[in-house]
Each structure stands twice: as structure tokens, then as C-alpha cells.
């Protein structure tokens, strides 16, 4: 387990703070756990803040408010009456919603698990990464290729997809794999796409697999492959007449209602730029659905009718069964690529953000995970989420 944080101690001040509370404090769901909730009412006022304050200043005993003692140490830190102060104006996050590092290893890009004592990270340089309830172990991938995105469904039938980073700006060199994993080993499947970038696999089950990605570089068409148990097969090429496509997520609910996403230079409605690409499969074709301006990257959905996609010009899009739009958010910049997973239509992560359906709300973030995460994955039960990240796996207990 990583180690925590060591904060860096120094007084603490804060200059017409009870004005400043007094007037932009917001409830919060009575019964939460928040920092500086020292009545654990589930609201934290502008006494408590000022108690922690004092606390802070060595003016009061930490036993007066130990929900602001975040990391046990018996101190109260300025990041630590921040935290209540975040809590007092958007809405409690829960103490325990802090992530916590479980395995150190770099250039991590996704994660999957058959169950949690069966879970598969993979990333950069081929590396797959193994976990069985007790260790996380290094995989043989038999590749060096970057690795983006993993999926599966049982411990003796994963699949991993990615591209040979070496080709940026050497289309001698383009190409994307597919590995399978067997419950045994590794090995590269056979698909017969030879120059494409993969960069999203997902399925309904072993003879229903989708795979996702393009053709890098200026001109070059998006590619949705399908495997039916047998056969691969190219379902969608997106090459149109003004074409820098590429598909980027895949989801679905079954083999006739799947989702993908990307962005292409097509114009759509007369709008020059880089436009979002969104499609749904009926079992039939692939028919694609009217975007806006932007980029869409992921995509994760609760029900047909629920689907949401992290891009677009406010940073999330929203698919309510008819049309795509904006969802309103302050929180995001346009075109971000967050990855999304979710446990229902009002417990939804993106990145290290948790959505109820209505807000935004920033879990616990103690080694600046913010802008690392690449991949999440969590059980049906929801006791628990992992993040794959740039600086490793992480935890969060829920």
C-alpha cells in the first residue's frame, strides 16, 4: 500500500471567514460523514469551522472536533480545514471516500475484474498487471505495445487492446493489437486490421466482443471490429468526406444496443472543427446519432436511455434514448477524457468525481490523482472502486 502524504504544517488564518461562510454555506444529506462535521449532522456549520480554526491555532483541543482530524494524527492541518470548508459549501464527501494506492506500477491505462479476487490492469509497454485477492502480480503479455483498454468475462477469456506508440509520425510502423488471455497466457489474436489503433474493447459475452480505434493521422476513417466467437469482422468504417475519425469508447447492453463514441473532422449542420462521433448498434447497422462540436471519449451507461460520455463542450454528454446533449457543469473543460464507470443511474464516477444524478462531487484526492486516472472498474455490489492511473492502482473503500 502506498504511503500517505506528508502535509506540510503552518498557521492558520483566515480572514472574515464567519462572513464569508455565513453567507455560502449549503446543507448537506443528513446522516453523511463529512470533515468537520463535529456534531455528525451530517451539515458542517461555521462554528465548526471556526473550532477547527482554533484548533488549528492551538487554541482549542483537537477532542472538540476529531471529524476534522482527517488522518488521525491528532492535529488539525490548514489542508485539513480546506476540506470541511469544501464540504461546508458543496456538500459533504464522505471521510472515507479517500483513495489509497494498492500497487505502484506506472502507465497504467485501464482496468477490469471478473470478480475481486480476479482483476486485470494493463498499460504502457505491454504490461498487465494481476490481482488475486491478496497481490498484485506482473503479467508476461508477450508484447511492448502500449495497451489501453481491457475487458472480459471470466478469468479464462480476457481481452486487452492498444497500438504501437512508435509510429507516431511513421506509418511504416502503425499497428494495433488485440491480445486474448486464456487463463493460461497471453497471445495475440489475429484480426486482420493491420494498421488501425485500438482503443476500446468491450462485450456482451464470448461471442459478442467489439473493438474500437482508427487509423492515425489527418484522412483516415474510424474502425468498429466485432468477433462472433469465431471471426473477427470490420462492422464500420467512418471515412467521411472531410475524415480524421477516430472511435474511442465503446458500451453497451446486449449485441443489439451498443454504443460508440469519438470525434471527426466532418462538418455536421455547416460547423467547421472537430466534430463528436456517437453511434448505436441495433443489431443490424450502426447508425449514427446527431453530436455537436468536440470530442467524446468514453462512454458507460446505467440503461439505454441512461448513457453518458465524458467530452463534449462542457466535458460530459448525456444519451436519454433520442438525443445527445450537454450535461451543465462547471466542473470539466471541454473535450476531457475522463474515464466512467458507474453502479447506478445516480452513482456514477467520472475520473475521481462521484454524480448522484445531480452534482458533482470530488472524492478524496491525497497524491494529486486528479488528472492521472485512465481507467476505473468496481463489482455489481459496489462496495468498492479501482482506479488504473499514470502513478498506479487505487483504491476506494465505499
Excluded at 471521510?95 to 506500477?105: A, N
Excluded at 480476457?158 to 502503425?174: E, I, K, L
Excluded at 440503461?303 to 465524458?310: L, R
Aim: charged share 15%; proline share 5%; glycine share 14%.
Amino acid at each position: 500500500m502506498g504511503e500517505r502524504r506528508v502535509r506540510r504544517r503552518r498557521p492558520v488564518a483566515f480572514v472574515a471567514a464567519a462572513t464569508w461562510l455565513s453567507v455560502s454555506l449549503c446543507a448537506s444529506p443528513a446522516g453523511a460523514s463529512c470533515v468537520g462535521d463535529c456534531g455528525n449532522d451530517g451539515a458542517v456549520t461555521i462554528e465548526e469551522i471556526l473550532t477547527l480554526v482554533s484548533i488549528g491555532l492551538g487554541t482549542a483541543a483537537v477532542t472538540l472536533c476529531e471529524a476534522g482530524d482527517l488522518n488521525g494524527d491528532g492535529q488539525i492541518t490548514v489542508e485539513e480545514i480546506l476540506s470541511a470548508v469544501a464540504d461546508a459549501l458543496a456538500g459533504c464527501t464522505p471521510v472515507s471516500s479517500e483513495w489509497v494506492q494498492v500497487d505502484p506500477t506506472i502507465a497504467l491505462q485501464d482496468i477490469w475484474g471478473a470478480s475481486l479476487t480476479d482483476i486485470y490492469v494493463v498499460g504502457a509497454a505491454g504490461r498487465v498487471l494481476h490481482f488475486d485477492g491478496n497481490t498484485w502480480m506482473p503479467m508476461q503479455s508477450g508484447t511492448e505495445l502500449t495497451l489501453l483498454a481491457v475487458w472480459g468475462f471470466a478469468p479464462d477469456d480476457v481481452y486487452a487492446v492498444g497500438f504501437n506508440p512508435q509510429s507516431f509520425g511513421n506509418p511504416a510502423a502503425q499497428k494495433g493489437i488485440i491480445l486474448h488471455y486464456d487463463g493460461v497466457a497471453w497471445s495475440e489474436v489475429q484480426h486482420g486490421q493491420t494498421d488501425t489503433f485500438f482503443r476500446d474493447v468491450w462485450g456482451s459475452g464470448p461471442r459478442d466482443v467489439f473493438v474500437v480505434g482508427g487509423i492515425e493521422g489527418f484522412g483516415t476513417p474510424g474502425v468498429i471490429l466485432h468477433f462472433d466467437g469465431a471471426n473477427w469482422t470490420r462492422q464500420l468504417l467512418v471515412n467521411d468526406s472531410q475524415p480524421h475519425n477516430q472511435l474511442r469508447g465503446v458500451w453497451g447492453f446486449a449485441p443489439d444496443d451498443v454504443y460508440a463514441v469519438g470525434s471527426g473532422q466532418a462538418p455536421i449542420a455547416g460547423n467547421p472543427g472537430m466534430q463528436a462521433l456517437a453511434f448505436h448498434y441495433d443489431g443490424n447497422a450502426w447508425l449514427r446519432s446527431g453530436a455537436f462540436n468536440g470530442v467524446l471519449n468514453t462512454v458507460w451507461g446505467s440503461a439505454p436511455n441512461d448513457v453518458y460520455a465524458s467530452g463534449g463542450p462542457t466535458g460530459v454528454a448525456h444519451f436519454e434514448g433520442q438525443q445527445w446533449s450537454a450535461v451543465t457543469t462547471d466542473q470539466f473543460v471541454e473535450g476531457i477524457s475522463m474515464p466512467i464507470w458507474g453502479f447506478g443511474p445516480q452513482d456514477i464516477y467520472f475520473g475521481l468525481f462521484h454524480y448522484d444524478g445531480a452534482n458533482f462531487v470530488l472524492t478524496r484526492d491525497p497524491e494529486s490523482l486528479l488528472f492521472d486516472v485512465a481507467g476505473l472498474w468496481g463489482p455489481p455490489d459496489g462496495t468498492v472502486l479501482y482506479a488504473a492511473a499514470r502513478n498506479g492502482v487505487w483504491q476506494l473503500q465505499r
